[in-house]
């Protein structure tokens, strides 16, 4: 099935900072997602990016799927955006399930 | 209540003991998702249920059993599982099947085996 890579594994900051997680992909990008978890365990669906850009407030994702990687944007980071950034995609543009990668854990200092 | 409500929210139970976790979405969605979160293993998709029927098994062992029998309840019955399937087990619901797009999730079933 499909490998999914993130980057950094791990990210401190201060607040107010800006930062970039990345996802890279062994195969195609087909139905990429990008997801936070918080420190108390829930988890959220930021985008559904599979190509393009797309912009929530302070978020925005970029996926390249030609070149198989996504791209999360935080800027002006807050504490309550640390935790763990997931992303994930379903392989071979079927049923295939959604293969998420390991995260990136970022902590967000006041 | 709104959004998605799983119970319990903790669970310890033994090897042979048969015990069910419930999922209940309020969002009028159509499909429903069981994931598996262990430490330090990606997140891992279990079952995908779409108008109350499964669309998806990612191979998971049959100690596991869904139960979908309407769209806003899914259930999770779990009989002799191993210490290994200790974890957070979330459930997700979206409005349309697969692939799941604005999947909503709840806060999760924390379970140990003893």
């Known amino acids: 099935g499909i490998q999914v890579e993130q980057s950094p594994p791990d990210l401190i900051l201060q607040e107010g900072a800006n930062s970039t997680l990345r996802c890279n992909f062994s195969?195609?990008?087909?139905?990429l997602q990008w997801f936070h978890q918080n420190p108390w365990g829930q988890l959220i669906n930021l985008f559904y990016?599979?190509?393009g850009t797309k912009q929530n407030g302070r978020l925005s994702a970029t996926t390249v799927a030609t070149e198989r990687y996504s791209l999360l944007y935080i800027s002006s980071s807050q504490t309550t955006d640390s935790g763990v950034y997931f992303c994930?995609?379903?392989?071979?543009?079927?049923?295939?399930?959604?293969?998420f990668g390991k995260g990136t854990h970022l902590i967000i200092q006041p | 209540e709104t959004g998605v409500t799983q119970t319990p929210r903790h669970l310890v139970m033994g090897m042979t003991n048969k015990k069910s976790l419930k999922c209940e979405q309020h969002l009028g969605h159509n499909a429903m998702y069981w994931y598996k979160q262990s430490a330090k293993k990606p997140l891992e998709l279990m079952f995908v249920?779409?108008?109350?029927?499964?669309?998806e098994n990612n191979s998971v062992p049959s100690r596991f059993s869904p139960e979908c029998p309407n769209s806003s309840h899914l259930f999770l019955h779990l009989h002799t599982l191993q210490p290994e399937d200790s974890a957070l087990y979330l459930c997700?619901?979206?409005?349309?099947?697969?692939?799941?797009?604005?999947?909503?999730f709840g806060p999760g079933t924390r379970l140990t085996v003893t």
């Open positions: 990016i599979p190509s």
């Open positions: 994930a995609d379903t392989s071979g543009g079927g049923a295939d399930g959604l293969t």
């Open positions: 997700a619901s979206s409005p349309t099947g697969w692939p799941p797009y604005e999947q909503y």
């Open positions: 195969d195609s990008v087909n139905n």
């Open positions: 249920y779409s108008l109350e029927e499964r669309v």
